[in-house]
Nanobody, 116 residues
Protein backbone atom coordinates (compact mmCIF):
# COMPACT_ATOMS: atom_id res chain seq x y z
CA UNK A 1 0.00 0.00 0.00
CA UNK A 2 1.38 3.39 -1.01
CA UNK A 3 1.24 5.96 1.73
CA UNK A 4 2.63 9.39 2.55
CA UNK A 5 1.25 11.17 5.60
CA UNK A 6 2.58 14.59 6.54
CA UNK A 7 1.87 16.14 9.94
CA UNK A 8 3.08 18.95 12.15
CA UNK A 9 2.08 22.09 10.31
CA UNK A 10 0.39 25.07 11.87
CA UNK A 11 0.32 28.81 12.35
CA UNK A 12 3.48 30.36 13.74
CA UNK A 13 4.83 33.88 14.12
CA UNK A 14 7.93 34.99 12.24
CA UNK A 15 10.99 33.68 14.02
CA UNK A 16 9.12 30.67 15.35
CA UNK A 17 9.72 26.98 14.82
CA UNK A 18 7.83 23.93 13.66
CA UNK A 19 8.74 20.28 13.21
CA UNK A 20 7.12 18.41 10.36
CA UNK A 21 6.95 14.64 10.20
CA UNK A 22 6.24 12.29 7.33
CA UNK A 23 5.32 8.62 7.52
CA UNK A 24 5.93 6.76 4.28
CA UNK A 25 5.18 3.28 3.09
CA UNK A 26 8.13 0.98 2.72
CA UNK A 27 7.63 0.78 -1.03
CA UNK A 28 8.35 4.50 -1.32
CA UNK A 29 10.91 4.89 1.43
CA UNK A 30 13.33 2.00 1.28
CA UNK A 31 16.59 2.95 -0.35
CA UNK A 32 15.18 6.19 -1.70
CA UNK A 33 16.46 9.72 -1.55
CA UNK A 34 13.58 11.38 0.30
CA UNK A 35 12.66 15.03 0.15
CA UNK A 36 10.45 17.76 1.49
CA UNK A 37 8.70 20.02 -0.98
CA UNK A 38 6.47 23.02 -0.50
CA UNK A 39 3.90 24.83 -2.56
CA UNK A 40 3.02 28.43 -1.85
CA UNK A 41 -0.31 29.84 -3.01
CA UNK A 42 -0.21 30.51 -6.73
CA UNK A 43 3.23 28.99 -7.16
CA UNK A 44 4.64 25.71 -8.31
CA UNK A 45 5.78 23.08 -5.88
CA UNK A 46 9.48 23.43 -5.07
CA UNK A 47 12.12 21.27 -3.47
CA UNK A 48 13.08 22.38 0.03
CA UNK A 49 15.45 19.65 1.26
CA UNK A 50 16.52 16.13 0.44
CA UNK A 51 18.26 13.34 2.28
CA UNK A 52 19.91 10.17 1.07
CA UNK A 53 19.43 6.73 2.57
CA UNK A 54 22.73 7.20 4.39
CA UNK A 55 21.74 10.58 5.76
CA UNK A 56 23.51 13.04 3.48
CA UNK A 57 21.38 16.12 3.04
CA UNK A 58 21.18 19.38 1.17
CA UNK A 59 18.82 22.32 1.12
CA UNK A 60 17.28 25.07 -0.93
CA UNK A 61 19.49 28.14 -0.48
CA UNK A 62 16.82 30.18 1.27
CA UNK A 63 16.34 27.60 4.05
CA UNK A 64 19.99 26.59 4.51
CA UNK A 65 20.96 27.01 8.15
CA UNK A 66 17.34 27.26 9.31
CA UNK A 67 15.88 23.89 8.31
CA UNK A 68 17.18 20.42 9.15
CA UNK A 69 16.00 17.25 7.48
CA UNK A 70 16.38 13.89 9.16
CA UNK A 71 15.22 10.34 8.54
CA UNK A 72 14.64 7.19 10.53
CA UNK A 73 15.12 4.22 8.24
CA UNK A 74 13.74 1.78 10.80
CA UNK A 75 10.47 3.69 11.05
CA UNK A 76 10.14 4.86 7.42
CA UNK A 77 9.87 8.46 8.53
CA UNK A 78 11.46 11.77 7.68
CA UNK A 79 11.28 14.97 9.68
CA UNK A 80 11.88 18.61 8.89
CA UNK A 81 12.87 20.87 11.75
CA UNK A 82 12.17 24.45 10.73
CA UNK A 83 13.59 27.30 12.77
CA UNK A 84 13.46 31.07 12.35
CA UNK A 85 10.46 30.72 10.08
CA UNK A 86 9.66 33.62 7.79
CA UNK A 87 6.47 34.59 5.93
CA UNK A 88 7.99 33.36 2.67
CA UNK A 89 8.10 29.86 4.18
CA UNK A 90 4.32 29.76 4.11
CA UNK A 91 2.88 26.96 2.04
CA UNK A 92 1.74 23.39 1.98
CA UNK A 93 4.60 21.02 2.74
CA UNK A 94 4.82 17.57 1.19
CA UNK A 95 7.24 14.70 1.50
CA UNK A 96 8.06 12.30 -1.30
CA UNK A 97 10.91 10.71 -3.16
CA UNK A 98 13.43 13.10 -4.65
CA UNK A 99 12.43 13.94 -8.24
CA UNK A 100 8.83 12.89 -7.71
CA UNK A 101 6.59 14.33 -10.40
CA UNK A 102 2.96 15.40 -10.48
CA UNK A 103 1.69 12.03 -11.70
CA UNK A 104 3.31 10.21 -8.78
CA UNK A 105 1.38 9.53 -5.61
CA UNK A 106 1.35 12.50 -3.21
CA UNK A 107 -0.01 12.82 0.28
CA UNK A 108 -2.30 15.61 1.42
CA UNK A 109 0.51 17.70 2.79
CA UNK A 110 0.58 19.82 5.90
CA UNK A 111 -0.09 23.56 5.94
CA UNK A 112 2.51 25.94 7.35
CA UNK A 113 1.50 29.55 7.82
CA UNK A 114 3.99 32.12 9.08
CA UNK A 115 2.28 35.32 10.02
CA UNK A 116 2.18 37.88 12.79
Amino acid sequence: QVRLVETGGGLVQPGGSLRLSCAASRSIFTGAIMAWYRQAPGKQRELVARITWRGLSDYKDSVEGRFTIARDNAKNTIDLQMNNLQPEDTGTYYCNKYLAVAKDYWGQGTQVTVSS
